[in-house]
């Protein structure tokens, strides 16, 4: 069955300095991989997604990930945190060939200090 | 664009009671689900569609269920709502495997 583990329940990252939030799988196959991010009392917005080629993906807010087969992760990056960026952020992977089941990790709450 | 509409925002069920939360979505996407919130367990999908008259189970879909008549409606019945049901509900759709899903505002549950 397919999952998805962020190991980290809470990243804390100074304004400016990068930041890393990490992301793991497990498919049988290649999968689909998505980042979403939750501001408080909102739905999930879309950030990005890796479906092929390019293992670095770009998206939206300035945000990328890293795609790495052999060690099933799709860890997401930004090279110079805002304030504006704490929030909640949630991995997502989906089976190629699967009927559709999108299935999300625990999220990782992002907080950027001034 | 509406995108995915959900209703009520809000709800407060006694125990034993039955409900139906909605679910629309305009931009004709085959595929469509059901998550609940709770915290420290991210999103898990209750139940999930691919289309019009197909629908299949997800991660818990014990005490809920679901049809699929139309592309645009996927509504998520509570049979006999239980304390442990409190939640934060939310759709999503899709056009297909390799998209990314809209999601809607959410319905917040709660069962006394």
């Known amino acids: 069955a397919q999952s998805v583990a962020q190991p980290e329940d809470q990243v804390n990252v100074a304004e400016g300095n990068p930041l890393t939030v990490k992301c793991t799988y497990s498919?049988?196959?290649?999968?689909?991989l998505f980042w979403y991010v939750q501001y408080p009392n909102r739905g999930l917005q879309f950030l990005l997604k890796y479906i092929t080629g390019d293992n670095l993906v770009k998206g939206s807010y300035g945000f990328e990930a890293e795609f790495n087969k052999s060690q099933t992760s799709f860890h997401l990056k930004k090279p110079s945190a805002l304030v504006s960026d704490s929030a909640l952020y949630f991995c997502a992977v989906r089976e190629r060939g699967n009927t559709g089941k999108l299935i999300f990790g625990q999220g990782t709450t992002l907080q950027v200090k001034p | 664009n509406a995108g995915v509409t959900q209703t009520p925002k809000f709800q407060v069920l006694k125990t034993g009671q039955s409900m139906t939360l909605q679910c629309a979505q305009d931009m004709n996407h085959e595929y469509m689900s059901w998550y609940r919130q709770d915290p420290g367990m991210g999103l898990r999908l209750i139940h999930y569609s691919v289309g019009a008259g197909i629908t299949d189970q997800g991660e818990v879909p014990n005490g809920y269920n679901v049809s699929r008549s139309t592309t645009e409606d996927f509504p998520l019945r509570l049979l006999s709502a239980a304390p442990s049901q409190t939640s934060v509900y939310f759709c999503?759709?899709?056009?297909?495997?390799?998209?990314?899903?809209?999601f809607g505002q959410g319905t917040r549950l709660t069962v006394v």
């Open positions: 999503a759709s899709s056009s297909g495997f390799h998209t990314e899903a809209f």
């Open positions: 498919v049988s196959g290649n999968p689909y």
